[in-house]
């Protein structure tokens, strides 16, 4: 979905009014991602536009991305499960498919609640394994009235997590400084729907109401490329003033979790990295 408005203006109308996305045109969205289980729950329209995932008691459904990627900027826009959602997680992430104790990976997981509640996104990182990096928000939109773009930027000095174009997460690169960082490892984007009942939704307080499925999430515009390309170079190396002042807003308004601020977990202080510039 192209653009009329700069980088600088799509941060700024983010910042502003949250209509702005971010991405380049897409074709059709099974060019680029293909269903790989659920038994039939996952499905491309005919038209190609729009890869829809459901989830039933028996089972959820995902995809894949056709290729692997060292650094992208991957945009697609989700409709998320509508009215009571509690229960389900709807995601979108990049992960490595090497062995498991040293995998990498970049997610961004939207937790479902009762009807009239917020989603909950949650975002994490994972480099050689080690993870425990959670920082959670609330969005400024109803994110099932409508698709909204939700956008990962991992380059060699970042990655970048950005809803509507607003950044509203960075996780930098202090390899140099002993902090574990995905650079060396291919990863493939994956997108589920599943049921995770058991912690999904204020800690699993409240359940799933089956009565309600099937549960369905939509995903369309799906662009993955090199972040140093064009389409994809918008904050590679790092953020302009406007787009520290976009993410500085976002954090304020709408962060509900923060690894870094846990004390109670990190009673001996926090990761390293929260105190690098």
Not at 41 to 65: A, E, I, K, M
Not at 124 to 148: C, I, K, M
Request: charged share 20%.
């Amino acid at each position: 979905m192209a653009s009329a408005f700069s980088s600088r203006a799509c941060a700024l109308l983010a910042l502003l009014l949250g209509l702005c996305t971010a991405g380049a045109a897409a074709g059709r969205v099974d060019d680029g991602l293909e269903v790989t289980w659920g038994d039939g729950r996952g499905s491309v329209s005919p038209d190609g536009q729009v890869l829809t995932l459901s989830l039933d008691r028996t089972s959820g459904s995902g995809f894949r991305s056709k290729d692997t990627y060292l650094f992208a900027r991957a945009d697609v826009q989700i409709k998320l499960v509508p009215d009571n959602s509690a229960g389900t997680v709807t995601t979108f992430y990049f992960i490595s498919e090497g062995p498991w104790d040293v995998h990498d990976e970049v997610d961004l997981e939207f937790l479902g609640n009762a009807s009239g509640q917020p989603y909950t996104l949650h975002t994490n990182v994972y480099a050689s394994g080690n993870g425990s990096r959670e920082q959670q928000f609330h969005l400024w939109f109803d994110p099932t009235a409508d698709f909204h773009t939700y956008s990962i930027q991992w380059t060699q000095q970042h990655i970048l997590v950005l809803v509507d174009g607003t950044p509203i997460r960075e996780f930098k690169n202090h390899a140099d400084r002993g902090v574990p960082y995905p650079s060396s490892q291919r990863m493939r984007l994956y997108g589920s729907l599943w049921d995770a009942e058991d912690w999904a939704t204020q800690g699993g307080r409240v359940k799933t109401d089956w009565s309600r499925a099937p549960f369905v999430a939509q995903y369309r515009n799906f662009t993955a490329a090199p972040p140093a390309t064009a389409a994809a170079g918008q904050y590679g190396q790092q953020m302009d003033a406007e787009a520290q002042q976009a993410m500085k807003w976002a954090r304020d308004n709408y962060m509900v979790y923060d690894y870094c601020a846990d004390t109670k977990r990190f009673s001996q202080g926090a990761p390293p990295e929260c105190s690098m510039a």
